[in-house]
C-alpha cells in the first residue's frame, strides 16, 4: 500500500512510523514491568495506542521543520494522565487509577520526527529512545524548544523571543 493510500486510510504516514513504534513500545515496557497486564493485554493496548498516535500526528508532523508542533506531540503525565494513554488503556480495562500505579506519576516523552526521548521525574535526565538522521537538511526553526529550555535549565521563557507564525 502506498503512503498516500495509507493517509487516506487514516493509517500513519510512513515516515512517522518508526518514531510511533518506539514511543508505543516504550509506554508498553512500562506496563509491562508491574507484571499486571497480560501479553495479549500488551498487544491490544499497543495497537490502539499506535492508532491514536498516528491520528493524533497527522497534522501535525513536519519531517523537514522537527521542532513544529512538538509540544503537541508531547505525551505527559504529571497529576494528569494523558488523555491519549487513558483512551488506549481503557480499551483493556485499565482505570485511570489503576494506570497511575502502573506508571511513572512524572513522565514526559517526546514524540518527533527523527527523534523520541522521554524523561521520567521533574529532575530527571533526558534519554533517547530513538533517533535517525534526517534524509533533507533540517532548518533550525524552533532550536529552543520546551525540551532544549528544559535541558538547558531555564524555567520560563527568555524575555527576549520572536514569535514566528507558518500557515
Known amino acids: 500500500m502506498s503512503q498516500r493510500q495509507n493517509q487516506r486510510r487514516g493509517g500513519p504516514r510512513a515516515d512517522m512510523v518508526p518514531e510511533i513504534a518506539a514511543a508505543v513500545g516504550f509506554v508498553s515496557s512500562l506496563l509491562r ?18 492508532e491514536a498516535l498516528a491520528e493524533h500526528y497527522k497534522h501535525h508532523w513536519f519531517p523537514e521543520k522537527p521542532f513544529k508542533g512538538s509540544g503537541y506531540r508531547c ?37 518527533d520526527p ?4 522521554y524523561r521520567i521525574g521533574e529532575d530527571g535526565s533526558i534519554c533517547v529512545l530513538y533517533e535517525a538522521t534526517a534524509t533533507k537538511p533540517v532548518s533550525s526553526y524552533g532550536m529552543l524548544t520546551c525540551k532544549n529550555q528544559m535541558m538547558l535549565g531555564r524555567t520560563s521563557p527568555s524575555k527576549n523571543y520572536i ?5
Open 114 to 117: 527523527y527523534e523520541v526521548s
Open 163 to 167: 514569535m514566528t507564525v507558518s500557515s
Open 33 to 50: 514491568t508491574r507484571g499486571c497486564v497480560s501479553e495479549q493485554q500488551l498487544q491490544v493496548f499497543s495497537g490502539a495506542l499506535r
Open 75 to 111: 505525551i505527559r503525565i504529571n497529576h494528569k494522565m494523558d488523555p491519549i494513554i487513558s483512551k488506549a488503556a481503557s480499551q483493556i480495562g485499565l482505570s485511570l487509577p489503576q494506570l497511575y500505579q502502573l506508571l511513572p506519576s512524572e513522565l514526559t516523552l517526546w514524540v
